[in-house]
């Protein structure tokens, strides 16, 4: 195997062990947003996942495949400074700055193994966060569309005990036609749930007792219906 690397590592440090080390901690972080009402959230590489395979759909012109190394980078700081939620009331610039700094070092544990690939992260990075390219912009977008889409199935998870209407509002910060269009249907699934729940007939199970006992005692006074 080591006839296949140019420069075969001959240490730990000289390899990308480290880092990849370091991603697996993204498996463990959970996207703290949901905390508040999910008890047991997403973690920060699920979100990565789907985000990635989102992008796969990128239409074009979008260039798919920047799309998505750009979904794949988009939260890598997250392993070293962890998932940051809005209502922690870090300041935008402070927060910025420490995921820059998480950056960084991610960047120093490749520069020796893959120094190429190292800038490349730190540059698709800096280009998510600006939005400062079509795909960036886009893939800022299907951030907020992934996180609508993972609201819309805890809700069904939970049978609608669970109140995320505030993740709603994530839907204004889309903008592309095929982004609307899909935060529309998004909805009107989401809407048809709720009116299914709604129109839901309760069931009564009777065990271990006399079926006139409980009648008796579920039944209203006036025994034309049940209390």
Known sequence: ????????PSSVEESPLPFLHLMSILKHV????WLRTVSRPESVAAHTYRLAVICMLAPKPLNQERCIYLALC???AESVVGDIPTYAGVAKDTKHELEESGIHYIKDLLKTSHPSTSEKINEAWQEYEAGSTAEARWVREMDKFECLLQASEYERMTHGEKDLEEFQGLSRKIHS???????MLLQQEREACVRKRRERVPIIFVVGTSTKLVLDKVYCADRTRLC
């Open 1 to 8: 195997m080591e006839q296949d690397l140019p420069n075969p």
């Open 30 to 33: 959970p996207r703290t947003g």
């Open 74 to 76: 988009h939260d890598m």
């Open 177 to 183: 036609p095929i982004g609307i269009a899909w935060a």
